[in-house]
């Protein structure tokens, strides 16, 4: 079974701290995305990452960066909490990007900025 | 451009009669369709999903959903609802957008109730 681990399943941060998200995959997926989730908004694309090294913004990258170093794991950052980021945050990876197959998704990471 | 409009944000069924989750979109080419389900404080589950073979697409816990292009839906469903089924469920349309990539745009949600 595909499996997808965000390290932190609920956090509480301050305004203006900085927030590492943490997501590590174990099927040699290509492709990993970060998403946001709220309610009534459904989930936005925030990065995504179709190798190591490489990203592309998503729907709404303002106040986030990310970092893939190894193919297995890719990072979201919140360089500078603020309250607007209160949400639950969605990891999930895909075979390759041509492959319009399904999305693995981790179990997420309510995040509580303060 | 794609778009995909799941119209109830809220449907809430008796237990053991049916479910009905509606899912429009709108798409410049052929699409691909998917549902997910997300039980409380969980990830996303893939139910089910079209990719271009048959229009009627059936997938995990009974679920199944048909696609029609006529009137680009692809709505889900399932004859007898269980308490387990409670959850969100999230329409999600793909499409190739150039270059052998594909760009996902979900729904914004439908939450199901089932009462006892």
């Known amino acids: 079974d595909v499996k997808v681990t965000q390290s932190s399943r609920y956090l509480v941060k301050r305004t203006g701290e900085k927030v590492f998200l943490e997501c590590v995959q174990d099927m040699d997926h290509e492709n990993m995305f970060w998403y946001r989730q709220d309610p009534g908004l459904g989930l936005r694309l925030i990065y995504f990452?179709?190798?190591?090294?490489?990203?592309e913004k998503g729907d709404i990258p303002e106040g986030y960066s990310v970092s893939r170093e190894k193919k297995e794991r890719f990072s979201l950052i919140l360089e500078s909490a603020s309250t607007n980021q209160t949400s639950m945050y969605l990891c999930a990876s895909k075979r390759e990007e041509r492959y319009t197959g399904e999305l693995f998704f981790g179990e997420g990471s309510r995040l509580t900025v303060l | 451009a794609q778009s995909v409009t799941q119209l109830d944000s809220h449907v809430s069924v008796s237990e053991g009669t049916p479910v009905l989750l509606r899912c429009n979109y709108s798409s410049s080419y052929s699409p691909s369709l998917f549902w997910y389900v997300q039980h409380p404080n969980k990830g996303l589950q893939l139910l089910l999903k079209?990719?271009?073979?048959?229009?009627l697409v059936k997938g995990i816990n009974g679920f199944e959903a048909e696609f029609k292009k006529s009137e680009t839906s692809f709505h889900l469903t399932k004859p007898s609802a269980h308490m387990s089924d409670a959850a969100e469920y999230f329409c999600v349309v793909s499409e190739s957008s150039g270059a052998g990539s594909y760009q996902l745009t979900f729904g914004k949600g439908t939450k199901l109730s089932v009462i006892p």
């Open positions: 990452s179709y190798d190591v090294k490489m990203k």
């Open positions: 079209y990719t271009s073979a048959a229009t």
